[in-house]
């Protein structure tokens, strides 16, 4: 059984910073990409940034150049700092990785989802 759990939502005032971190548990062979998704209310579920295991990174337009992805392999983390907040970034983050229990058995999994809010 493979787990994520994600940790360090919360309510900052815009123009300010959080971390959101997730770690992976369980029976796990290997960790293929990682990332996280976000959703605001009444809108659908997207991806705000995803890396590999071999550190390269895609971001959504609306973060770059103020969220950055990494991970640690050797403790199956991966993080999501986020600076200069804005009303917009307010949505519940959740963490996903793409995750092999043997050599052939793979499927992607989720988080619980953390709750940031940012006020204007």
């Known amino acids: 059984q493979v787990q994520l759990v994600g940790s360090g939502g919360g309510l900052v005032q815009a123009g300010g910073s959080l971390r959101l971190s997730c770690a992976a548990s369980?029976?796990?062979?290997?960790?293929?990409?990682m990332g996280w998704y976000r959703q605001a209310p009444g809108k659908q579920r997207e991806l705000v940034a995803a890396?590999?295991?071999?550190?390269?990174?895609n971001y959504a337009d609306s973060v770059k150049g103020r969220f950055t992805i990494s991970r640690d392999n050797a403790k199956n983390t991966v993080n999501l700092q986020m600076n200069s907040l804005k009303p917009e970034d307010t949505a519940v983050y959740y963490c996903?990785?793409?995750?092999?229990?043997?050599?052939?058995?793979?499927?992607?999994?989720w988080g619980q989802g953390t709750q940031v809010t940012v006020s204007s």
């Open positions: 996903n990785a793409d995750i092999n229990t043997t050599d052939w058995a793979l499927r992607r999994y």
């Open positions: 369980g029976i796990i062979f290997r960790i293929n990409v």
């Open positions: 890396i590999t295991s071999d550190g390269s990174t």
